[in-house]
């Protein structure tokens, strides 16, 4: 079954930086791999997604970057602020519409 | 902007109780979905929900679960016997279908005593 890695359990970046987080994952590629931001006792809110054919999203702050060969997506927040300071989960959709398979997650602590 | 919505936010139940979840989907979409959380481990897929049918379901969503449509805008989750490990945070999501996007709602934090 698909397995997805975030290879930091916590992450602390001076605020001001570039906090870059990784995601892989086993197995074939997810039509679409997403990112969530969850804070703590809140639901999971959706950030950005990125098509297995698309290298490279972007959404202000944000990017992502997605490498089928290397089964990878890195998630980058530039001039990272405290209020970024979150769990961030990677997510795999295998098809559209399809149940979605979550990361452990990667806690970013942003240090003023 | 239209959101997810779930009552109770706490529920709080003795051991072998039947539970009900609620969930308003956001009005216009067509898929739905429920997830569990446990304490400090990561979010699971529990049931999808398309068509007044469940479309998928994982090894968690034994007998004791129930997924129902009663209406135009609820989404219930039922757990008939609660067991202790059944506390979690249980999440509702929908999508339109039109789009990717699973919006979550704020989660029922279920304990279990």
């Known amino acids: 079954s698909q397995k997805i890695e975030q290879n930091s359990e916590a992450l602390n970046i001076q605020e001001g930086k570039t906090a870059t987080l990784t995601c892989n994952y086993t197995n074939y590629s997810p039509a679409y791999l997403q990112w969530y931001r969850q804070d703590p006792g809140r639901g999971p809110v959706f950030l950005l997604l990125i098509r297995e054919n698309e290298k490279e999203k972007r959404k202000e702050r944000l990017k992502v970057t997605f490498d089928t060969t290397l089964k990878q997506s890195l998630f980058h927040i530039t001039a990272s602020q405290p209020a970024d300071s979150a769990t961030y989960l990677c997510?795999?959709?295998?098809?559209?519409?399809?149940?979605?398979?979550f990361g452990k997650g990667t806690r970013l602590h942003i240090l003023p | 902007e239209p959101e997810v919505t779930q009552t109770p936010s706490h529920q709080v139940t003795q051991m072998g109780q039947e539970v009900i979840l609620r969930c308003v989907p956001i009005?216009?979409?067509?898929?739905f979905y429920w997830y569990r959380q446990i304490l400090g481990q990561k979010v699971e897929f529990l049931v999808s929900f398309y068509n007044n049918e469940i479309s998928e379901k994982s090894e968690i969503f034994d007998d004791q679960f129930s997924v129902e449509r009663p209406d135009g805008s609820n989404f219930t989750l039922k757990i008939r016997s609660t067991k202790l490990e059944d506390s979690a945070m249980y999440f509702c999501?929908?999508?339109?279908?039109?789009?990717?996007?699973?919006?979550f709602g704020p989660g029922t934090r279920l304990t279990v005593l």
């Open positions: 997510a795999l959709e295998m098809n559209r519409d399809d149940k979605i398979i």
């Open positions: 999501a929908s999508t339109s279908g039109s789009t990717n996007t699973q919006y």
């Open positions: 009005s216009n979409h067509l898929y």
